[in-house]
């Protein structure tokens, strides 16, 4: 069975890998029309269009969602998103034509490989090129690629971090999840099994800003539900953050810019999922999309992986 994002009909993941400069991208798109928010909780994001789905804000479907290593210079990649959707002329109807959506959030992976190598709007539409519906590859591919984990001790306690992705149903509906963990903090399982060697009270571990002080999770919570309330959807954004807290310590620092992009579609009445349901899958698939990124992993740029890739 597919246990992960591409689970929930109708989405697809495509990656591009630089395993060679430990960087690449990841695109996934949606059944459209679509309900989209994001929730921003780390203090140093690196985001394209974001505001877009503020509350303020016209509701607007995306036609794809961007996350990219490269840190600041990887938000470059979704231009070749953006103009391979173009081609197809899609997008937001405009009075001069359809304007491609596409929000983009990156990773902070220049310490492995080569830090002047960063994807580009190339890489962008390779992966946009390369998206399927069928179980996504897991691990150190895509934006997960240069992705690390547990920093905040110092460099000799790097672990590899990538991509991860789980999925569940939930009355007639799917819930899943994409996770690209980056994270400064120890990662757990949601049971509080120790993925690396940190404990759940390690206070004493926080000796001062980190050598490599930069990184980034980035979520992405898709369901076919059908909720078009983005109060509702908020919710479940909080509990895909409530989730990297429950696995991740300590998170949402100054030194990250977890980002959590939650999107819905289908049609409400052919659904009888409790919203409270949605909302308490997301915290389980995000949970599991963190431990599947670290048992996945594999070991890259001096840093080792905790799974059968170390």
Known sequence: MNNTITRVPGVMVGHYTDAEHGTGT??????EPNVVVVDVRGGAPGTRETDAFGTAIKPVTINALLFSGGSVFGLAAAQGVVDAIAD???GTPTPMGPVPIVPTAII?????GSADVRPGPEAGAAAYRARSADPVALGSVGAGTGATVAGWRGEEHFRKGGIGSAAMSVDGAVVGALVVLNAIGDVFTLSGEPLTAGTPDALGAWTGPPKQADNTTLICVATDAGVSDRNELRRVAIRAHDALG??????HSRYDGDTAFVVSFGEEDDRDANID???????IV???????AMRSATSLGGVRAIGPGA
């Open 26 to 31: 990841t695109v996934m798109t949606f059944p």
């Open 286 to 292: 995000v949970g599991r999309a963190i431990e599947a």
């Open 88 to 90: 197809e002329g899609r």
């Open 277 to 283: 349901k949605i909302q308490q899958a997301a915290f």
């Open 246 to 251: 429950a696995t991740v310590r300590p998170t």
């Open 108 to 112: 902070y992976d220049l310490m492995i």
